[in-house]
């Protein structure tokens, strides 16, 4: 590339009046700088200098190789800026600062995708000197570490800055805008059972059905495994928010929950959103994410598969439940847990069979918890695998104390289910405590089966050939129970007490009931009834064909002592049902 000429030259040619500018410019009382003129041609720094009208005067060696302009010099600064494929609306940022003889700072394109910073001065001697910065390599750089590899959207810093960037467009603007945070359901077992290979191909669909869902401006982002995110920056014009933030997370949810065909497997996730809105949840990027994150937190806990706006109040729950969590922690190792034992009587003969032994946390300042408040969140930070197996341990030695073999059953939560240590768990206490395996009757849920169901299968074969019996609890709430009755014998099914509670005045419960004890019978599976409370459901249930019962009619939890007592011989048996 030949260097454009920038010596001697004829006056009013641009060489010509070059010279008498770099006159000016090194130093006015002395001729023309032979060195200065030369230091300036060779200077690492992109350089250009133009006159008074943006005609370029002087263009150095790097500034010609940046532009790929053979002779800048001559040009006008629009024909140059076109030469070298500017676009337009950045180009003329540049023109106009020269047209007002004002400083300007500016980011053009050109051709081939290169950037370049532009920074123009006016020269006290008249006319500009502008300078070029090459950016390219650093934007790609900066790019890319905004980018999540997997999936090709944005990752959590990219959305911060984009985040930064709208909330200041919008406080200039006022238009609202939205942030949605995201995550799977269900996602953890397709990774788990068919393998990282194609958990990635899953996100890497999932991220193709958000990009879809959403429009030009928005910004969809992988915050990590399973948590996306999207900024609705542009609802649809004359669509005003929450409207448009609620209308993008029903379809989210609706577009999500479709099933996946990847390597011939038919997979099905679903999504949890929570929605924060600016300015009504925040104003900055750091307190939008956060409450995003709170509304999230509350959908999945309110069954998932759906979405929640976020509300001031979930902010103080959130603080509630951190302390909860610390308490919790600790009282274990505290001993404030206890057991309570409910006795189950047989129908027939209106004797004690057994009983179901309930955790009781008892904190100091705060009396006793309630299972159904403590025991998700056990199970949520993982700590319920501790817990259960304090309370098997105290259940079966209380058990083999007793003066009678009644059964004593203990509730199984899912996540126990994971580790792999169940079954070695179960051997271990039983060995330790010296409770016969066949007194011992394990209660789970549904929830136990839904993920990794042939897992948790294997499990409960292992449970069972130790000789301990598996009961089917809360049945009728969950989603496929006839499927699992069939792909495992349990030993009893327990209904769930809504139904029970639910056959005075409700046909359609009662037949509930008496489909579920026939099946029972069929299946050569014990049926017991749950939450009985009155005289009439007792009817209603034995009338039903259940064989056993458990409630508050028969006998509510009890302490310890109680229970030993009622099965010691010095004490008369409650009187048989009626
Ligand atoms: P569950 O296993 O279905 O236990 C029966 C629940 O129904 C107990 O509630 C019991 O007190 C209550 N109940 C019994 N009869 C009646 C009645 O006639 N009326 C009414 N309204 N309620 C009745 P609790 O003790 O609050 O336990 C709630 C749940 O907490 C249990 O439901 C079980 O799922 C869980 N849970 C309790 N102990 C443990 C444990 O050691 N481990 C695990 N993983 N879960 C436990
Ligand atoms: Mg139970
Ligand atoms: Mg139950």
Not at 11 to 33: D, I, K, N, Q, Y
Not at 233 to 242: F, I, T
Not at 415 to 421: L, P, S
Not at 495 to 506: A, H, K, L, P, T
Request: hydrophobic share 45%; with cysteine; aromatic share 4%.
């Amino acid at each position: 590339m030949g260097r454009p000429s920038t010596r001697g030259g004829l006056p009013g040619t641009p060489s010509g009046r070059m010279s008498a500018f770099l006159s000016a410019l090194a130093a006015p009382s002395l001729p023309a700088s032979p060195p200065f003129e030369a230091a300036l041609a060779e200077m690492a720094a992109p350089l250009l200098l133009l006159d008074a009208d943006g005609t370029v005067l002087f263009a150095n060696a790097r500034a010609a190789a940046l532009l790929s302009c053979a002779e800048p010099a001559g040009l006008s600064l629009p024909a140059l800026l076109a030469s070298c494929g500017a676009a337009e609306p950045e180009g003329a940022l540049v023109l106009d600062a020269v047209r007002a003889a004002r400083p300007a700072r500016t980011r053009l394109t050109l051709a081939a995708d290169r950037r370049v910073e532009a920074a123009l001065a006016p020269l006290s001697v008249g006319g500009f000197a502008l300078t070029f910065e090459d950016v390219t390599e650093h934007l790609r750089g900066a790019a890319l570490a905004r980018q999540e590899p997997l999936t090709g959207l944005c990752n959590r810093v990219g959305l911060h800055d984009r985040l930064d960037a709208a909330l200041a467009e919008a406080g200039r603007t006022g238009t609202p805008l939205a942030v949605l945070m995201l995550d799977l359901d269900r996602f953890k077992s397709v990774n788990d059972t068919l393998g990282h290979p194609v958990g990635d191909a899953l996100l890497r669909k999932v991220a193709e059905r958000l990009r879809k869902a959403t429009r030009a401006g928005d910004v969809v982002a992988r915050l990590g495994g399973d948590e996306f995110a999207i900024l609705q920056v542009d609802p649809r014009p004359g669509a005003e928010q929450p409207q448009a933030a609620e209308a993008l997370a029903r379809r989210l949810v609706d577009l999500v929950g479709r099933t996946y065909v990847v390597d011939g497997h038919m997979l099905n996730v679903g999504v949890s959103v929570g929605v924060a809105l600016s300015p009504a949840d925040g104003s900055d990027a750091d307190d939008l994410l956060k409450h995003a994150d709170l509304a999230l937190y509350r959908a999945k806990a309110e069954g998932r598969g759906t979405y929640r706006f976020f509300e001031p109040a979930m902010n103080a729950q959130m603080q509630a439940r951190r302390s909860l969590e610390i308490d919790l922690r600790r009282a274990l190792a505290l001993k404030q847990f206890d057991l309570a034992f409910q006795p189950q009587i047989q129908l027939e003969t209106g004797q004690v069979t057994g009983f179901e032994a309930l955790l009781r946390w008892n904190h100091p300042e705060r009396g006793p918890v309630s299972p159904a408040l403590f025991i998700p969140l056990a199970e949520e930070i993982g700590i319920i695998v501790g817990i259960g197996e304090w309370a098997l341990r105290a259940a079966c030695r209380e058990a083999a104390s007793w003066a009678q073999p009644a059964s004593i059953a203990v509730n199984l939560s899912p996540v126990q289910f994971r580790g792999g240590k169940l079954v070695e768990t179960v051997m271990n206490v039983l060995a330790q405590t010296g409770l016969d395996p066949t007194r011992l009757e394990l209660e789970i849920t549904e929830g136990a089966l839904l993920e990794n169901t042939d897992s948790v299968l294997d499990v409960l074969n292992g449970l069972r050939a130790l000789g301990v019996k598996i009961s089917m609890d809360d049945f009728g709430t969950g989603y496929s129970s006839l499927s699992y009755l069939q792909k495992f014998p349990f030993d009893k099914i327990k209904i769930d007490q809504s139904f029970v509670r639910g056959m005075e005045g409700n046909a359609e419960c009662g037949a509930i009931v008496r489909a579920i004890a026939r099946l029972g019978a069929s299946l050569g599976m014990r049926t017991t009834a749950e939450g009985v409370e009155t005289a009439t459901q007792l009817d209603a249930i034995r009338a039903e064909g259940c064989t056993e019962v458990q409630g508050y009619l028969t006998g509510r939890p009890m302490p310890a002592a109680q229970a030993a007592a009622l099965l010691s011989p010095s004490v008369p048996s409650p009187a048989p049902l009626a």
